[in-house]
């Protein structure tokens, strides 16, 4: 009989996870990974890695060779990292990040699966796909190249891509255009004919930090006018429903916040680093726990 005061939740057969980032305090990738590990009872820790720019590769050769079993990468160094993988996969070199990497027999192997949350979670919540869609999309940073390139690639008819910087839309238009049958623009907010695309959008996506905690009054295009056959998806999480959503839901538009792609892309980064199945029930048991994490973060 162990006595209760005795702590026996890592041992020497500990498997380390962890997510490498910075800052990383308010990453929720802890919670997620540790919860699912107790759910299945894996003997698996999942902690946060905060790292320095300039320690970024003696942080990687480290986790190497204490064993990591794998982690996820989170910002700023999505992009930065591989550089010093030994292999990424397709998409994730498509995208140029990677938010995934598995440590297979001491080679560190990168993966993207933001791309693939998106597209799992939208279809959960709408019940409907990407083919034959026209999408409109706010932002042109890591998270709108992985989540683009995977909407172009499930057969959406047309990208507008929507950005400050007119540079990066247009380098994220051509390598969809280049690789997929997805037609695709870039277009400045200034743009007149934004209005138009707008109305005409069948899928409204911001992928801009316009409007997260703790600039929660904020809003991309205060007069957008919605319709009850638009869905409007913001990859924002906390809070739950921003000005966007809340405007888009006033006027019939149906709906979607981040927290959907945010769990799906960790239990997908979960299934690559230990091979492990999530079922359906156990993916609707953490949906229904995490649901409500914004009041807890
Ligand atoms: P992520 O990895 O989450 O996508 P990112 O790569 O920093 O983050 O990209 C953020 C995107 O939001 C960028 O497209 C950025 O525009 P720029 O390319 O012009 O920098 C956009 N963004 C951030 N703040 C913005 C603001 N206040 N107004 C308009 N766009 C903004």
Known sequence: MIKEEIDIRV???TKIMGVLGNPIEHSISPQ??????????KNIIYVPFMCSSENLETAIKGLKALNCYGFNVTIPYKEKIINYLDECSDEAMLIGAVNTVVNRNGRLIGYNTDGDGYAASFEDATKT?????DILVFGAGGASRATTLKAATKGAKTITIVNRTEKKSDEIAKLINNNTSCKAFSLNYSDTKLNTLLRKS???VNTTP????????????????FSDNQIVYDLIYNPTETLL??????????????LGMLIYQAVLAYEIITGVKISEELFSTIRTLFLDINKHI
């Open 245 to 258: 959503l809340k405007r888009a839901s006033e006027q019939g538009a149906k709906i979607l916040n981040g």
């Open 210 to 225: 316009i409007g997260m905690y703790p600039n929660v009054d904020e809003s991309i295009n205060k007069d957008i006018v």
């Open 11 to 13: 041992n020497g057969k």
């Open 202 to 204: 069948d899928i409204i």
């Open 129 to 133: 796909s990407f083919l034959g869609k």
């Open 32 to 41: 997620l990974h540790n919860t699912i590990s107790k759910l299945i009872g």
